[in-house]
């Protein structure tokens, strides 16, 4: 795929980060510019700034006259953007409650009918599709566009467990029912309780992820056999 001069810079940082966070790159894999710069059809000083942009986000590493070294994203980077999005999703639902509208309300309900449907067929890719777009719903509705950018960014970090996670009948089950609670508490104008769910809800994510095991979750050989067999 090739880049248009003009938006190299993004799109050349973004194609790499999502290559890490999916698991494209494993940890201590070496990133050369030369290669990446003709897999994508674009010269060497915009892979450059992409690698630089990445060290700043932790992502990868740079050794002088050596190269640039992929980080990747670890079980407790993982945990520390859970623990962070279960204060900040519970805040949103707090703001959700006075500035959801009617129609905000109707999606999400919508959402919860078509998930249900989803999980009955084993219809796993539109679960996490579904999944992000509940989430975007009540950032949205809570109207604060500065936490909906910081809990877009986490989200996109963590897809690649999130994925495996809602893969399986169970979690999703439980996931949907956990909004299903959310959205009730919304209707009935509870912040408080909105926010202790939307809280709990993303704990209880945590807790899955102990139980399913996190060699299984960080680790890309296994994972495609995951998401295709056991629930």
């Known amino acids: 795929m090739e880049y248009q001069e003009q938006s ?24 050369k510019e030369a290669t990446l710069g003709k897999q994508l059809g ?7 700034e992409a690698l630089r942009q990445l060290e700043l986000e932790g992502l990868v590493t740079i050794i002088p006259n050596r190269g640039a070294f992929v980080e990747g994203i670890s079980k407790d980077d993982i945990q520390d953007i859970y623990e962070i999005r279960s204060l900040l999703e519970g805040l949103f639902a707090k703001k959700a409650v006075t500035g959801i509208t009617y129609k905000e309300l109707e999606e999400l309900e919508e959402n919860l009918y078509l998930t249900e449907f989803h999980i009955q067929k084993e219809h796993f890719e539109q679960i996490l599709e579904l999944d992000n777009r509940f989430h975007e719903i009540l950032y949205e ?19 690649r467990v ?23 508490a919304l209707k009935a104008h509870d ?9 709990q809800h993303i704990m ?26 056991k629930n």
């Open 204 to 229: 209880n994510t945590i807790h899955s992820y102990d139980r399913y095991g996190w060699d299984k979750l960080l680790n890309m050989n296994s994972m495609e056999e995951e998401i295709h067999g």
């Open 141 to 159: 509705a809570s109207k604060s566009k500065m936490l909906k950018h910081v809990l877009s960014d986490f989200h996109h970090y963590v897809e």
């Open 8 to 31: 190299l810079g993004g799109q050349i940082f973004n194609r790499i980060r999502d290559d890490i966070l999916s698991g494209n790159y494993a940890p201590g894999e070496e990133l």
């Open 162 to 184: 999130r994925k495996v996670s809602l893969s399986g009948t169970k979690r999703a089950k439980e996931s949907n029912e956990e909004h299903k609670r959310i959205v009730e």
């Open 42 to 48: 674009v010269s060497r000083t915009p892979v450059r």
């Open 191 to 199: 912040a408080e309780k909105a926010q202790q769910l939307a809280n």
